[in-house]
């Protein structure tokens, strides 16, 4: 999954501007500072070209850490055998595979010797993008309740994604940077230096500075962009010169330009104009919702749109496809349910959602707002940048008001109308039925635990992060009495088409501690100790893989050298120990921010749990998701509540 490990950002909004037009005979003129929510000294990719290479571990190294991940989840003589297999490996197919990928990457230092593969991995698997791929993030509502109207919280969230767009695309918007001590780095001084560095070297001024330069090629991504179905292997789709966005509500399509022909952003009241009149179109809901079709299967998906561009509608999915993103409107009043929040956010019913779009800013009818992504383009770092920006912006520099009148001029709305025959309708049909009876089969729970904090962990001098992760151990083990493969995300983004690597939780560490904490014959001294010793574990783990040296990301590139160099497929790949621990029992995933409510994923592995968590200032909190047929998330998010606890009372201590 997704991985959001960064850095806060700090003075991300410009001053209020004047939001008035003039209007020419020729042409309209508008502040150039409102076509901008950032005009940054440092050009945005400025940066980019010195990036660091992601590192290939050395094969050893790998090796090692993956026997120490298999350690705790199987028996002796499991381990021996495992032991025993990755040393044949080694000594044989693993030096030949290591030298054929070193070689590879040398010669295309323009990437990463990742980033191809990872984009295949998710180009080609066939499996639907709801639940299975797509995150969800959910922003905090407004603290004034007047601006969570759906209609001005959606049309100030659309100027200032415009605005950032914008920013992107003018090189103006402030490049991604990991400061290690912002008071020293993150000032006028550093943008100065750095900025009249050539870019060449210009990471290496940075990291004088003890800052780090993240990588930001998958920026771009984010606007007018789709994933679109193919057989065996998607696509993604870009368009560069986009002018519109799609909206959809009551799975109805609509579309709308938000720059003018000169290519400047409409005015505030414009865009509040253009939604005002979508939102105010009679037009029953749709009879056959073509959205739940992105629901499916994507080789059956291929099938149903090539049916679709063959009876006229080639041009309405072209523009559906070249949209600078989809805006979701719904209906559904979300209030203080978590419940309804992460089920709308995460899957919805599919009616009114296009899950191919590079994200959906969903906006439902009492203005609670977030995201939901396609994620073979990019990661959560990208994201999550955004959406830090844009809900800065709309929380304290809002361009639209609750007296704000709508304009009268430049609405270009248009109601996108396909052409559906029988077969079409059919499709639909099907669709509806089969994506109700999945997503119904999930299980979601979530839990918000006050009594520990994100500043008692830091206190006590245990990393949050593998407090929280103790938890997910402790919790799994009470309800199962065993331990499994376990997913922990971290963004390799400090370097050059970084995307991901594993971090692996459950440690020989971790193990006795939760098995110590369960037999109630250690003392709380003791489990103090071991919870110290697991947390300076967890901190190394974390920081080899945000290194680029964890091993996960290498095997499976080892993995593929054999496959494109038409090599036998080693032993090791297809044995008992590789499948168990690559199959995702607790697939985790971090999610910290002031800006979040909540976020969250579907189970990876049929039998697991998809677990979306965040370690806040005031709360722990995690969205727990789960297949009724295996599990239940209620249980596991109740024996979480009582691991919490045990930690609580081992901290207080």
Not at 3 to 10: E, R, T
Not at 15 to 39: F, H, W
Not at 551 to 573: Q, S, Y
């Amino acid at each position: 999954m997704y991985a959001l490990n960064k850095c806060p950002h700090k003075n991300l909004c410009i001053k209020s501007i004047a939001q008035r037009s003039y209007a020419s005979k020729s042409k309209t003129i508008r502040d150039v500072n409102y076509q901008y929510l950032q005009r940054s000294k440092v050009p945005t990719m400025h940066f980019q070209k010195s990036l660091p290479r992601l590192p290939i571990p050395v094969l050893n190294k790998s090796t090692e850490r993956y026997l120490k991940a298999l350690q705790p989840l199987l028996t002796d003589d499991q381990f021996s055998a495992a032991t025993s297999r990755t040393n044949n490996f080694i000594n044989n197919e693993g030096k030949a595979l290591q030298e054929k990928l070193v070689a590879k990457d040398k010669a295309n230092k323009h990437t990463s010797y990742i980033s191809d593969y990872w984009f295949d991995i998710y180009l080609r698997d066939r499996k639907p993008l709801p639940i299975n791929y797509n995150p969800l993030i959910v922003f905090q509502n407004d603290t004034r309740p007047e601006y969570n109207n759906q209609l001005i919280r959606s049309t100030n969230l659309l100027i200032s994604a415009v605005r950032f767009m914008e920013s992107l695309k003018a090189q103006i918007l402030e490049p991604e940077v990991f400061h290690m001590n912002p008071k020293k780095s993150n000032t006028p001084l550093f943008r100065t230096v750095t900025g009249l560095l050539p870019e060449a070297v210009s990471w290496y001024g940075a990291y004088l500075f003890k800052a780090f330069p993240l990588d930001m090629s998958q920026f771009p991504g984010l606007f007018g962009a789709t994933r679109i179905p193919l057989e065996t292997k998607d696509k993604i789709f870009r368009a560069t010169d986009s002018r519109h966005v799609l909206v959809q509500r009551r799975g109805n399509f609509y579309a709308f330009d938000v720059l003018d022909a000169d290519g400047n952003i409409l005015a505030p009241t414009e865009m509040l104009a253009n939604l005002n009149k979508i939102m105010n179109d009679n037009a029953p809901a749709a009879e056959h919702p073509l959205g739940v079709l992105t629901c499916q299967n994507r080789n059956e998906w291929a099938r149903q749109r090539a049916h679709l561009e063959q009876t006229g509608n080639k041009e309405v999915l072209s523009k559906i496809d070249s949209a600078i993103f989809n805006l979701v409107l719904d209906e559904e009043i979300i209030g203080d349910s978590k419940h309804a929040l992460l089920k709308s956010y995460l899957h919805g019913d599919g009616l009114n959602r296009w899950f191919d779009k590079s994200f959906s800013l969903i906006i439902t009818g009492d203005g609670v707002s977030g995201i939901n992504f396609e994620h073979s383009w990019g990661d959560g770092v990208a994201v999550l940048r955004f959406f830090e920006d844009i809900y800065a912006e709309t929380t304290k520099k809002p361009f639209v008001h609750p007296d704000t009148k709508p304009a009268s001029s430049n609405i270009s709305v248009t109601k996108l109308d396909f052409k559906l025959d029988d077969k079409s309708k059919q499709f639909v049909d099907k669709a509806k039925k089969e994506y109700k009876e999945w997503y119904e089969s999930l299980s979601i729970d979530y839990i918000l635990y006050e009594g520990l904090t994100k500043g008692a962990c830091k206190k006590y001098k245990v990393s949050p992060d593998c407090v929280m992760q103790l938890g997910f151990q402790a919790a799994y083990h009470l309800l199962h009495g065993k331990f499994v493969g376990t997913y922990e995300s971290c963004s390799t983004s400090a370097f050059k088409h970084g995307r991901t690597e594993t971090m692996r939780p459950c440690t020989e560490k971790t193990k006795a501690f939760c098995e110590a904490l369960h037999l109630n014959k250690t003392s709380r001294g003791e489990l103090s100790a071991m919870m110290q010793e697991c947390s300076k574990y967890h901190s190394e783990l974390v920081k080899d893989a945000a290194m680029g040296q964890g091993f996960d990301r290498h095997m499976f590139a080892l993995m593929k050298i054999a496959e494109e160099f038409n090599l036998p497929r080693p032993e090791l790949f297809d044995s008992y120990e590789y499948n168990y621990l690559n199959k995702s029992i607790l697939s985790t995933s971090t999610l910290s921010s002031p800006s979040v409510m909540g976020g969250g994923f579907g189970p990876v592995a049929t039998e697991g749990f998809g677990i979306g968590y965040s370690a806040f200032p005031d709360k722990l909190g995690a969205a727990v998701t789960s297949y009724k047929s295996h599990n239940n998330s209620t249980e596991f998010v109740q024996a979480l509540h009582q691991s919490f606890e045990d930690i609580t009372k081992i901290i207080s201590t």
